[in-house]
T-cell receptor, first 119, second 111 residues
Framework: GAVVSQHPSRVICKSGTSVKIECRSL??????MFWYRQFPKQSLMLMATSNEGSKATYEQGVEKDKFLINHASLTLSTLTVTSAHPEDSSFYIC???????????????FGEGSRLTVL | SQQGEEDPQALSIQEGENATMNCSYKTSINNLQWYRQNSGRGLVHLIL?????REKHSGRLRVTLDTSKKSSSLLITASRAADTASYFC???????????FGDGTTLTVKP
């Protein structure tokens, strides 16, 4: 099946620094990728929809200047948490939709997630 | 509030028993998907059911969809300890281009 790679899987950083997380679709072209945030024992909260070659669409309440998303190619989207603070500590997960698949397939392929800890 | 609300929130059963989880959603959908998440890991797609389908099977999984009640159920038959995980439903609206996840059901299968 389709594979989405997310890197790094774990990152610890100091408060005030910026952290970049990559999401790659390894064997398919992903015209659309999604970034989620998940708190312990909770569901996934959609942060933004990343479209290749255009600006990301952010969900209400998500600071676009805080969470920078870039989708420069059909196989790579990045999420940069800028000036990270302890409250940004969370599990961040990306997903990708196969743009070459049948229409309305809808299946999302998920990365393994990145656990961010801000000290 | 989010679409895709699962119940129960937590379910504990013995190995060999069947596990049933339910999901309700609020608006129209193109499809509904069930995912599994082991602790601290990403999500694994289990099964997708389209809005014009009523039931679907995959191995030990059986999913039903009732669009009139805006609900779906996931049945895992003959459960195993390895089925212990959180299960999420995601209401998909392809036109909107995104799926919205519910809060999940945490399933514990005791050996």
């Amino acid at each position: 099946g389709a594979v989405v790679s997310q890197h790094p899987s774990r990152v610890i950083c100091k408060s005030g620094t910026s952290v970049k997380i990559e999401c790659r679709s390894l064997d398919f072209q992903a015209t659309t990728m999604f970034w989620y945030r998940q708190f312990p024992k909770q569901s996934l909260m959609l942060m933004a929809t990343s479209n290749e070659g255009s600006k990301a669409t952010y969900e209400q309440g998500v600071e676009k200047d805080k969470f920078l998303i870039n989708h420069a190619s059909l196989t790579l989207s990045t999420l940069t948490v800028t000036s990270a603070h302890p409250e940004d500590s969370s599990f961040y997960i990306c997903s990708a939709r196969d743009g070459g698949g049948a229409p309305n397939t809808g299946e999302l392929f998920f990365g393994e997630g990145s656990r961010l800890t801000v000290l | 509030s989010q679409q895709g609300e699962e119940d129960p929130q937590a379910l504990s059963i013995q190995e060999g028993e069947n596990a049933t989880m339910n999901c309700s959603y609020k608006t129209s959908i193109n499809n509904l998907q069930w995912y599994r998440q082991n602790s601290g890991r990403g999500l694994v797609h289990l099964i997708l059911i389209r809005s014009n389908e009523r039931e679907k099977h995959s191995g030990r999984l059986r999913v039903t969809l009732d669009t009139s009640k805006k609900s779906s159920s996931l049945l895992i038959t003959a459960s195993r300890a390895a089925d212990t995980a959180s299960y999420f439903c995601a209401a998909g609206n392809t036109n909107a281009g995104k799926s919205t996840f519910g809060d999940g059901t945490t399933l514990t299968v005791k050996p």
